[in-house]
């Protein structure tokens, strides 16, 4: 769906996708993407760190 908008409406030269009514583009969201993709890092270093501690963890514990 992203390339498909892409496609139609390309992008702007700073490389921002969406654009609000008045054609200007708008940064709310990349500011939600980015916070997005902080959180699922943050998800993937957590569930990481908790494997780790189940691989250190002693036999039968």
């Known amino acids: ?3 498909e908008h892409i ?3 390309d992008v702007a030269p700073d490389g921002r996708v969406f654009r609000n009514a008045a054609g200007n ?3 709310y969201y990349a500011k939600f993407l980015a916070e997005a993709r902080h959180h699922a890092n943050r998800l993937i270093e957590d569930s990481m760190q908790r494997w780790d501690e189940c691989e250190d ?3 039968g514990a």
């Open 1 to 3: 769906m992203l390339r």
């Open 7 to 9: 496609e139609r409406f």
């Open 25 to 27: 583009y708008i940064d």
């Open 57 to 59: 963890a002693p036999a």
